[in-house]
């Protein structure tokens, strides 16, 4: 039988970038729209909030969500938080830049640029695709390209 599965991250508390507002409470809401509306259970849903999401929470959260999805699992993935743009280093993008999540741990010059690219994010996209077709993806957040 098919599992629903979400990973859910919220953040407006950064470590080193300005505040926002609504993040974490649009993740609490999904959450409960999931399980409250479409029978998603706790133990499927992986939630990460302010300081929980860092780079490698988020990325570490996504690869086991690809690894426990099953054959036509259901799956969500929401990211409420600041978006941004990097230059692109792969040379793929038309623009010029790739679109990326700012996780909390990341930093603007003089810090580390922990962002994660929309490269970073297909990979693990084109994984659970070669799972199951059901995957729903929504990102509020500048430049979410």
């Known amino acids: 039988m098919a599992a629903r599965r979400a ?3 919220g953040i407006d508390r950064y470590q080193h970038i300005r505040p926002l507002d ?3 409470n649009d993740s609490r809401l999904m959450r409960s ?3 409250d509306r479409f029978g998603f259970t706790d133990a499927h849903i992986t ?3 302010n300081e929980q999401a860092t780079r490698a929470a988020v990325l570490g959260a996504f690869d086991a969500l690809v690894t426990a999805t099953g054959a036509n699992d259901v799956v969500v993935v929401h990211f409420a938080g600041h978006g ?3 230059r692109d280093r792969e040379g793929d993008e038309p623009s010029g830049f790739d679109s ?3 996780p909390w741990d ?3 010059e003089p810090g580390e640029n922990r962002d994660i690219t929309d490269d970073e994010v297909h990979e693990r996209l084109e994984a659970l695709a070669a799972k199951t077709p059901h995957i729903t ?3 509020d957040a500048c430049h979410s390209g």
């Open 22 to 24: 609504g993040c974490v």
């Open 100 to 102: 990326t999540l700012m």
């Open 33 to 35: 729209v999931l399980v």
């Open 106 to 108: 990341t930093a603007r």
């Open 47 to 49: 939630q990460l909030l």
């Open 7 to 9: 990973l859910l991250i």
């Open 137 to 139: 993806v929504l990102v």
């Open 84 to 86: 941004s743009q990097i």
